[in-house]
């Protein structure tokens, strides 16, 4: 019974990682705005007076969705699945992971010329 329940609990697992791979960052872009994640995050994720920094390195899918179904603390409102689904939040996550992280200003060379 114990290999049996190991072995399903490798398939979620598994079917979760299938579905993270398989999450559209193009789309995920398009649901950030539409949502208005944007408004909060700005239109890089980048952060802003009103919502912190999500990209680059965003955190771990799981954590984003459990934060977004749960978010009650006054920093952002809660989404149920019927407002942003998961494979919303999925292509969401993978919109913020596709965003690279902008050069440091010591690497511009128009800024560090005397």
């Known amino acids: 019974m114990k290999s049996i329940l190991m072995a399903a609990g490798a398939i979620a697992a598994m079917l979760e990682a299938s579905a993270a791979s398989a999450a559209d960052a193009k789309?995920?872009?398009k649901v950030f705005m539409?949502?208005?994640?944007?408004h909060c995050h700005g239109t890089q994720a980048q952060g802003m007076n009103t919502g912190p920094r999500l990209a680059p390195n965003p955190m771990p899918l799981e954590a984003l969705?459990?934060?977004v179904r749960t978010s009650d603390k006054g920093q952002m409102p809660a989404y149920s699945p019927r407002m942003i689904s998961d494979a919303d939040l999925a292509d969401i996550h993978a919109y913020l992971a596709s965003i690279k992280r902008?050069?440091?200003a010591k690497d511009l060379p128009l800024l560090n010329n005397p």
């Not at 539409?34 to 944007?38: I, W």
Request: charge should be negative; glycine fraction near 14%.
């Open 27 to 29: 789309r995920g872009e």
């Open 34 to 38: 539409a949502v208005g994640c944007n």
């Open 65 to 67: 969705v459990n934060f």
């Open 102 to 104: 902008p050069p440091d």
